[in-house]
Every structure is written in structure tokens, then in C-alpha cells.
């Protein structure tokens, strides 16, 4: 008995994946043994460090690991450049590349879209295995409408920021954008966020003369009154830390202050209010042959 017990142990020790931040690390070495994995699909995400657009999917790639954590899709990752045999093996000439296989290592399908949201993920990830994700509570606020805007900030007696995004903004648009992330950081801040592109919304937006997205602006009024803003072209969870932490963004004694302050430097530059997420999304939708050249130098043969 003890010894079935030990030899039961090994092999679960010689077939339990590395994980990180949640996603099995596959390599030349488990790649065979991770897609027959009886009873799961495995979604391998064929990436290269030195890839721009690698890098910007990682953090919604990652999520699936917890959306889909118990189910019977295993989420994974191989990096092309560091294991040849497997690049070769499944012809793997460009990053990223997103593949769904079958527990008998069938090539179930490949995820093709260019919005490489984690909702696009997950909703291709249904769609091909029936297998329905498992969102967490959300941590951020939708608010609609100017009085109801106008009613948070001014009637606050707390820690808030608000954010004035727009549909653009893939880092926003997502249900695990690095806003919600911020969220979880500080438990002690309410968020809430709005789509300044709303008619609804457009009196407050006005108000504020909000003209970059993503705008933050932040309140403590549980004890001195501080108000601080932050306009940034591409506000990165990074920045966006250092903006709570009072390391970046501009400090106003009050909220009239801050008005009269941006109502003086009003612009009407057609391109700064379509902010700098609005030519991000731009270059995203370019068309194939474009993007083919630009990431020419990332292909590997």
C-alpha cells in the first residue's frame, strides 16, 4: 500500500505544471504531456518577449487563469523563441499566436480577432468548448448621468476617484481593465468610472473641461479636503499608483480652484480630445499587410 501510495505521488509530481500568476508554463519538455490532459482543453498562448503586442496582452491573457481557475480549460503559455522543437513542431511563425487543443492534442482552433481583450478570450473560449467563465464582482462604479456625477463628487465624505474614459480605450473597455486591478490595490478608495463620450455625461464633462482619456480625479475629504487630477494619454496602472500615492498629477485646495483653473487653459484641439487611447485604437485596426511589416523583425522561421 505504501508503496502504490509513493508511486501515485511521483507520477502527480512528474505531471504537475509550473504555474505563473496562474498560467501553466508550457515548454519542449510537458508540451505532449499538457495537451492530452484527459478531460481538458488547454489555450496555449505561443508568445515572445521581445514582442510589443505580447507584452500588451500578457495581463488579459493572464486573467483567464482566474475566470476559468476549476474548469476544464487549462490556460497556458509557451514562449516560441526558447523552445524550438514545439515552434517548428505546431509552425509557429508569428506572436502571439492563441491555440485551443483537445485533451487527445487535436487543434480544436486558433483565436484570430484583433481585439485581444480578456472578454474576447473568454467569450472564442465558449463558444468553442461551451465552458462559461466565472467573473468576479466588480470593483469599479458605472456612473450615468451629470447630476449623478455631480452628486458623488461634491456630496462625498471619503477617499474617491473618479474616471472619465471613453469606448476607445481597450485598457478601460474591458471587464478586467487596469483600472478594476487598481481597484483591488486600494480597498480603502471607491472607484467609480464614466463614459465621458455619453451625451448623458456631457454637462460634467464640460464642467471639468475634460479633453484627455483617461482623466482621474481624486477626493479625500475624510480629513482635509484634497483634490488632485491626473490627464494622461495612456494612464498605466504604474502611473496611475503613483497618482493615488500623490507622486504625480496636479493639487488643488478646492474643487473651484480646479475648474476655474482648466476653464482658463480651454482648448478646442480636435486632437487632444479624441486623446492619445483614441490613435491607439487606430493603429490597432490597421490593416494586415501594415502590421505584417512592422512586426516583420519579431518572426521567427
Known amino acids: 500500500m505504501k508503496l502504490l501510495l509513493s508511486l501515485l505521488l511521483l507520477i502527480q509530481a512528474v505531471f504537475a505544471f509550473k504555474t505563473f500568476k496562474g498560467v501553466i508554463v508550457a515548454d519542449d519538455s510537458n508540451f505532449e504531456d499538457l495537451i492530452h490532459t484527459k ?6 498562448n505561443f508568445y515572445s518577449t521581445g514582442c510589443e503586442h505580447c507584452q500588451k496582452l500578457g495581463p488579459r491573457y493572464e486573467a483567464l487563469a ?19 522543437r514545439v515552434r517548428n513542431q505546431e509552425n509557429i511563425v508569428g506572436y502571439p ?26 467569450r472564442f473560449l465558449t463558444e ?33 476617484v473618479v474616471g472619465f474614459a471613453a469606448p476607445w480605450l481597450t485598457n478601460w473597455s474591458d471587464r478586467f481593465n487596469e483600472f478594476e486591478r487598481l481597484a483591488e490595490k486600494f480597498p480603502d478608495v471607491t472607484f467609480y468610472k464614466l463614459d465621458a463620450t455619453l451625451e448623458e455625461n456631457a454637462e460634467i464633462v464640460s464642467k471639468y473641461r475634460v479633453s484627455v482619456y483617461p ?24 502611473k496611475m499608483e503613483m497618482f493615488l500615492r500623490m507622486e504625480l498629477g496636479d493639487e488643488y485646495e478646492n ?11 480651454a482648448n478646442d484641439d ?14 490597432d485596426t490597421e490593416d494586415d499587410a501594415d502590421e505584417e511589416e512592422r512586426y516583420k523583425k519579431l518572426r521567427e522561421l
Open 39 to 44: 478531460g481538458k482543453y488547454t489555450f496555449i
Open 66 to 84: 482566474t475566470v476559468f481557475a476549476g474548469s476544464d480549460i487549462q490556460i497556458a503559455q509557451l514562449e516560441g523563441r526558447k523552445n524550438r
Open 97 to 122: 499566436t492563441l491555440r485551443l487543443y483537445y485533451f487527445d492534442g487535436t487543434h480544436v482552433a486558433s483565436f484570430s480577432y484583433r481585439e485581444r481583450s480578456t472578454e474576447e478570450l473568454a
Open 128 to 160: 468553442h468548448t461551451g465552458v462559461q467563465p466565472k467573473w468576479p464582482e466588480s470593483k469599479v462604479t458605472e456612473l450615468k448621468g451629470s447630476d449623478e456625477v455631480e452628486k458623488v463628487i461634491t456630496e462625498n465624505k471619503k477617499r474617491i
Open 215 to 238: 482623466t482621474l480625479l481624486y477626493l479625500d475629504n475624510m480629513d482635509a479636503p484634497r483634490f488632485r487630477l491626473l490627464e494622461e494619454h495612456e494612464a498605466s496602472q504604474n
Open 255 to 265: 474643487l473651484d480652484d480646479l475648474i476655474d483653473e482648466k476653464s482658463a487653459g
Open 270 to 283: 480636435v486632437e487632444k480630445v479624441r486623446g492619445y487611447g483614441f490613435h491607439k485604437y487606430s493603429e
